[in-house]
């Protein structure tokens, strides 16, 4: 079984300050790693993800996660935050699988940003 | 392409009643999921589809029933409704099978939700 935990419900930062959101995860076997982003009132949208190969990931607005396997950590960072990144992260688990596998998620993290 | 579509996006029944969610799986796709995600928390897995058979359950009483159709849409049922049911329901929809390989099955692309509120 799997289970993800985030350590923070909330996490309160200023613009342009750097921020890092803490995942950390159990499993018995190998697993795909994930971070999901919700905005007010929309469904998930995958951020970015770590399925093998280099441990540091990276989405497109300039977010990165490293994969920590003797942590069993993948936290996420991000060096200087904008308005527009205030949203809800969820950090969530797969195993790997042929046929398509349940995501496990974590319950959440609010990333609030003052200007 | 189109992405995944759901329906109806506000729903409001009331304790006892039945209700039918919707969901239109991305081109391509065969497999849907969906989850539970109830206020403050994060999605909770509900049950699975694969090329119209159930391929996974969580913890969910029988009252959650399911649906997959040939063209790989999806129906989410709840029968006997309770306050606790309150929630929104996402459907996530990604290909799965032996050719696709296996990280693209576990590669989900999520719906808008559907917010149901039971009285």
Avoid: M
């Amino acid at each position: 079984a799997q289970s993800v935990t985030q350590l923070d419900s909330q996490v309160p930062v200023f613009e342009e300050a750097p921020v890092e959101l803490r995942c950390n995860y159990s499993s018995s076997v190998s697993v795909y790693l994930f971070w999901y982003v919700q905005y007010p009132n929309q469904g998930l949208q995958l951020l970015l993800k770590y399925l093998s190969g280099s441990t540091l990931v990276e989405s497109i607005n300039g977010f990165e996660a490293e994969f920590n396997k003797s942590q069993t950590s993948f936290h996420l960072r991000k060096p200087s935050v904008h308005i527009s990144d205030t949203a809800e992260y969820f950090c969530a688990v797969s195993p790997p699988s042929i046929r398509a596998s349940k995501i496990i998620f974590g319950s959440g993290t609010r990333l609030s940003i003052r200007p | 392409e189109t992405g995944v579509t759901q329906s109806p996006t506000h729903l409001i029944k009331t304790r006892g009643q039945q209700v039918t969610l919707r969901c239109s799986s991305q081109s391509g796709h065969n497999t849907v999921s969906w989850y539970q995600q109830a206020l403050g928390q994060g999605p909770q897995f509900i049950f699975q589809y694969y090329r119209e058979e159930e391929n996974g359950r969580g913890n969910f009483p029988p009252r959650f029933s399911g649906l997959q159709f040939p063209n790989y849409s999806s129906e989410l049922n709840v029968n006997a409704l309770e306050l606790d049911d309150s929630a929104l329901y996402l459907c996530a929809s990604s290909l799965g099978g032996a050719t696709s390989g296996s990280f693209r099955g576990n590669e989900q692309f999520f719906g808008p939700g559907t917010r149901l509120t039971v009285l």
